[in-house]
């Protein structure tokens, strides 16, 4: 676990810009938080997927405002509207794995932080991990991390954004 915890934190501390191959970050990521990297990475390309490169690959500076999506060129200009967005109490889901500011301020700590890919991932990544502790599956876990409430409606979306995940992670094998 040592181990693992120096890794994450060179990668935490190198990661000012986007990673050469932020893909391979899931890998470290998961292997730390102990989520199925597929799973992760799944849960990532249906939150921020954008066509580079030819492939789909999670964007690591997305935004959700309010229902819609922005996709920008840096980590400084997507900072600015996160900034915006909160200041005018507006709804926003942040980076690559879009977790809500609202909801998960106190995991995010701080807007700055919750603009950083690797931060972003791994904070992701835990609220799937004690998710999964709490239901004991991961689908439902997935499901969960997009709508914690058990009301039936938002059972209704978190079982549509599970199977949404589910596709994206069976084209990944």
Request: with cysteine.
């Amino acid at each position: 676990m040592a181990t693992k915890i120096v890794i994450l934190a060179a990668i935490l501390s190198s990661a000012r810009t986007l990673p050469a191959d932020l893909d391979a970050v899931y890998e470290q990521v998961s292997a730390y938080c102990g989520v199925p990297s597929d799973i992760l990475y799944a849960v990532s390309l249906v939150e921020s997927g954008r066509w580079r490169e030819g492939k789909n690959a999670p964007w690591p500076w997305t935004l959700n405002i309010e229902g819609k999506g922005y996709y920008f060129a840096t980590r400084e200009a997507m900072f600015e509207q996160v900034m915006a967005a909160i200041s005018e109490k507006r709804s926003v889901d942040i980076g690559p794995m879009q977790t809500n500011w609202h909801w998960k301020f106190e995991q995010l700590g701080s807007p700055w932080k919750a603009t950083e890919p690797v931060f972003n991932i791994k904070t992701g990544c835990q609220i799937i991990r004690a998710l999964y502790e709490k239901h004991g599956d991961w689908w439902v876990a997935v499901g969960k991390y997009h709508r914690e409430s058990d009301a039936p409606r938002h059972q209704r979306a978190a079982a549509q954004y599970s199977a949404r995940v589910y596709k994206e992670w069976e084209r990944l094998r």
